[in-house]
C-alpha cells in the first residue's frame, strides 16, 4: 500500500463548477501538506500548504485537513478552463516529500 | 530572477549507457532535491542536496547518484540504464532545506530509454 493514495482521475467537470480533490494517508506522522499544480510539460508549482487540521483559503482555492481521518482535500471554486492541470498532493513526514500520484483535471467551457 | 532550469530537456538512450543531467537552481538557492516522475509511481523523491551536501535519500538503486558543486548546480547520473528509467526527472530548490521552505521546479529533463 502506498503511504498516499490519489485518485488518478481523470476528472471532468463543467466550467463555474466546484471541484474536490483528494488524498488519504497511512502514516500518522505526515506534518504539513501540500497541493501542487502541474501544467502539461511544466513542472509542478506550490498552490497551498498548510500544517494544522482545519480549512485554509486562497482565493478560490480551500485547503483542507482532517488528521483524525488521515484525508485531505482540494476545493476549487467557480472553477475555469485555465485550472486544467494535474493537481498532487504532498507531505512531509521526515524532511522528504512524498506525493501522491496526481490527479488530472479537465475543466470544459 | 530566472526560475530552475534542466538541461537537456529530452533524451533518448538505449539500455546500459549512462546518463548526466544538470539542474540549475533559483540564483541563492541552496537547496536542489531531484525527483523521478512516472505514470504509475508518480513523483518519487530522489535525493537533496544542501550546501554541497547530500542531506536526504529516496529508495533508489546506487545506479542513481548525484552531486552538487559549490555554485548550487547540480547534477544527477544514472548509470547502467534500464528501460524502467524511462521518466520525467525533475529538480527543485529552495533557499533553505527542502523540508522547511517552498520547492520550485524546473520543467523535467524527458529521459527515454530504448
Known amino acids: 500500500q502506498k503511504e498516499v493514495e490519489q485518485d488518478p482521475g481523470p476528472l471532468s467537470v463543467p466550467e463555474g463548477a466546484i471541484v474536490s480533490l483528494n488524498c488519504t494517508y497511512s502514516?500518522?506522522?505526515?506534518?504539513?501538506f501540500m497541493w501542487y499544480r502541474q501544467y502539461s510539460r511544466k513542472g509542478p508549482e506550490l498552490l497551498m500548504y498548510?500544517?494544522?487540521?482545519g480549512n485554509k483559503e486562497d482565493g478560490r482555492f480551500t485547503a483542507q485537513v482532517d488528521k483524525s481521518s488521515k484525508y485531505i482535500s482540494l476545493f476549487i471554486r467557480d472553477s475555469q478552463p485555465s485550472d486544467s492541470a494535474t493537481y498532487l498532493c504532498?507531505?512531509?513526514?521526515?524532511?522528504?516529500?512524498?506525493f501522491g500520484t496526481g490527479t488530472r483535471l479537465t475543466i470544459i467551457p | 530572477k530566472a526560475g530552475v532550469t534542466q538541461t537537456p530537456r529530452y533524451l533518448i538512450k538505449t539500455r546500459g549507457q549512462q546518463v548526466t543531467l544538470s539542474c540549475s537552481p533559483i540564483?541563492?538557492?541552496?537547496?536542489v532535491s531531484w525527483y523521478q516522475q512516472t505514470p504509475g509511481q508518480g513523483l518519487q523523491f530522489l535525493f537533496e542536496?544542501?550546501?554541497?551536501?547530500?542531506?536526504n535519500k529516496g529508495n533508489f538503486p546506487g545506479r542513481f547518484s548525484g552531486r552538487q558543486f559549490s555554485n548550487s548546480r547540480s547534477e544527477m547520473n544514472v548509470s547502467t540504464l534500464e528501460l524502467g528509467d524511462s521518466a520525467l526527472y525533475l529538480c527543485?530548490?529552495?533557499?533553505?532545506?527542502?523540508?522547511?521552505?517552498?520547492?520550485?521546479f524546473g520543467p523535467g529533463t524527458r529521459l527515454t530509454v530504448l
Open positions: 527543485a530548490s529552495s533557499l533553505a532545506p527542502a523540508s522547511t521552505d517552498t520547492q520550485y
Open positions: 502514516n500518522s506522522a505526515f506534518q504539513y
Open positions: 498548510t500544517y494544522s487540521s
Open positions: 504532498a507531505m512531509i513526514p521526515d524532511e522528504k516529500l512524498t
Open positions: 540564483s541563492g538557492h541552496r537547496s
Open positions: 542536496y544542501f550546501s554541497e551536501t547530500q542531506r
